[in-house]
């Protein structure tokens, strides 16, 4: 396949682990992603999640420039309205400083995931186009004042986007990741960043990755059953408010299997042939230059073996299955 690969982390915790665990495994996979050839590794910023131990992508980030020596690295994403510009640009600035040419930025507009979380993060911005232009100023050296260290060369700015993101994404000329609810229709949003986008230095051209768990096996059922866990803590997250740490799938209501159905819906999920097919099509209805699985699992050991055979599966080793 011709595209770029990467892995997105959000340093999922496991019941019975703590979160220290849950980082220490972060970094571990990070060395992995990078053995394995994987061109890019993500992380991401959430807070007050009791499922999710990654709340600060700039500092995961610096431990990781210190255990990698050639993957790229970066954030997918800091949510921008959680932070003022300047302070996001100067922490990837001296991301950039210590890792040279390696550094990207990935920034969202998702809100706390609740009210009291709200609250805490006293959100720094409301207009998102505005702070996203103003960061990317920053970056380049354009701003009224400059922040410091300066990088070598400006650090690529990526905007993680449904509906209006993609808008102010192809107003400021910059890439976009997508994924969720938009790659069940794709096409039409996508056509609009594109027919809608103004050039940039750092993007000429519009640029598209997307974003999704991907989950290999030997078996189907083998990989279905890998991502049961997630879809498990997604259904509970929609019906008891809380998004808990990842743990096999238990005993779940009617309303909690039709989520946890649509949530198995939008994964890739099979052997590699099953899904060098299923990937071959998405990539053909949305055009994407990298494809970054954001996936997760119960089992780690399980979870390490779908990124080797992903990794595998892309470099060309694997061919669609028909039939």
Do not use: C, K, N
């Not at 050839?37 to 959430?46: K, M, P, T």
């Not at 993060?121 to 100023?137: C, K, M, S």
């Amino acid at each position: 396949m011709d595209i770029g690969l990467s892995l997105l982390d959000r340093t999922r915790t496991r019941v019975g682990e703590t979160d220290a665990q849950a980082v220490a495994h972060t970094v571990e996979r990070a060395r992995r992603a990078e053995a394995l050839g994987y061109d890019r590794f993500w992380v991401a910023e959430h807070h007050g999640v009791p499922g999710v131990a990654g709340s600060a992508p700039a500092v995961l980030l610096a431990v990781l420039t210190g255990v990698t020596s050639r993957i790229r690295l970066g954030s997918a994403g800091v949510m921008l309205p959680h932070h003022q510009p300047l302070v996001v640009a100067e922490q990837f600035a001296t991301l950039a400083a210590v890792a040279p040419g390696r550094i990207d930025l990935g920034v969202g507009r998702s809100p706390g995931f609740t009210a009291p979380v709200r609250r805490a993060l006293r959100q720094a911005g409301t207009d998102f186009a505005a702070d996203l232009g103003e960061l990317r100023a920053h970056l380049e050296g354009a701003a009224e004042i400059t922040a410091h260290p300066r990088p070598a060369a400006a650090v690529p700015l990526f905007v993680l986007a449904t509906g209006q993101g993609l808008q102010v994404a192809a107003e400021l000329g910059l890439p976009v990741v997508v994924g969720g609810p938009l790659l069940r229709d794709p096409e039409e949003p996508l056509d609009r960043y594109r027919q809608a986008f103004r050039p940039s230095a750092q993007a000429p051209q519009p640029w598209v990755g997307i974003s999704l768990d991907v989950l290999v096996a030997d078996t189907a059922a083998q990989a279905r059953a890998l991502a049961l866990p997630e879809a498990w803590a997604m259904a509970q997250a929609r019906t008891t408010g809380t998004f808990p740490p990842l743990q096999p799938a238990g005993p779940m209501t009617a309303v909690q299997q039709r989520y946890a159905d649509e949530t198995l819906a939008a994964a890739v999920t099979g052997t590699p042939g099953q899904v060098a097919e299923q990937l071959h099509d998405l990539l053909a209805r949305t055009d994407a230059a990298e494809l970054v699985a954001s996936s997760s699992t119960h089992d780690r050991g399980a979870l390490a073996e779908s990124d080797a055979a992903l990794a595998e599966l892309v470099s060309g080793a694997a061919t669609p299955a028909r039939g």
